[in-house]
T-cell receptor, first 110, second 116 residues
Framework: GQNIDQPTEMTATEGAIVQINCTYQ??????LFWYQQHAGEAPTFLSY????GLEEKGRFSSFLSRSKGYSYLLLKELQMKDSASYLC???????????FGKGTTLSVSS | GAGVSQSPSNKVTEKGKDVELRCDPI?????LYWYRQSLGQGLEFLIY????????KSGLPSDRFSAERTGGSVSTLTIQRTQQEDSAVYLC??????????????FGSGTQLSVL
């Protein structure tokens, strides 16, 4: 079967660090994507991991453990504009569609 | 075009009517995807095109749903005899289509479909 799990909602304050977890089960695995989606807007690409470990991109980092079927997105120095839904998506065999989780809605308050 | 374009942005229809949703992918992108996003739900895969053919249409929820792509570019998603449960945001995405695993999807802003 194919399944992606992530928390439904998270809250945090400006300047803090937040970690959004994602677990996945797919038939074949060719990488893990994170997308950001502001309310009423299109999802936009944040990161891609295919090897185990941490990929850092400015305030955002993404981690993957293939043996555990686990990924997380780490957001540092949170800003109000980071309030959005964060979508975890797994790629089964290359050339097929991404499978998305239900998304985690992050609310950042001052 | 510069980005993925979808039209209309909003569509209100009556139960039982047919609707057509249009997607214009990024120029040069050979892969095109349709997803559906309902309130509180994730992106639900509907259909994937590579060029004009659809190697994966496993996500279409019923035979009321169909899609086509012509000229390797514009795609139309048609929903016949709409039902209230069809109300959702329909998102289209495109990618280069080279088949590499790290290929990013670029999304349009979606069509908000409301079936009354």
């Amino acid at each position: 079967g194919q399944n992606i799990d992530q928390p439904t909602e998270m809250t945090a304050t400006e300047g803090a660090i937040v970690q959004i977890n994602c677990t996945y089960q797919t038939s074949g695995f060719n990488g893990l994507f994170w997308y950001q989606q502001h309310a009423g807007e299109a999802p936009t690409f944040l990161s891609y991991n295919v090897l185990d470990g941490l990929e850092e991109k400015g305030r955002f980092s993404s981690f993957l453990s293939r043996s555990k079927g686990y990924s997380y997105l780490l957001l540092k120095e949170l800003q109000m504009k980071d309030s959005a839904s964060y979508l975890c998506a797994a790629r089964p065999p290359a050339g097929t569609a991404l499978i998305f989780g239900k998304g985690t809605t992050l609310s950042v308050s001052s | 075009g510069a980005g993925v374009s979808q039209s209309p942005s909003n569509k209100v229809t009556e139960k039982g009517k047919d609707v057509e949703l249009r997607c214009d992918p990024i120029s040069g992108h050979t892969a095109l995807y349709w997803y559906r996003q309902s309130l509180g739900q994730g992106l639900e895969f509907l259909i994937y095109f590579q060029g004009n053919s659809a190697p994966d249409k496993s996500g279409l929820p019923s035979d009321r749903f169909s899609a086509e792509r012509t000229g390797g570019s514009v795609s139309t998603l048609t929903i016949q005899r709409t039902q209230q449960e069809d109300s959702a945001v329909y998102l289209c995405a495109s990618s280069l289509g080279g088949g590499t695993a790290n290929e990013k999807l670029f999304f349009g802003s979606g069509t908000q479909l409301s079936v009354l």
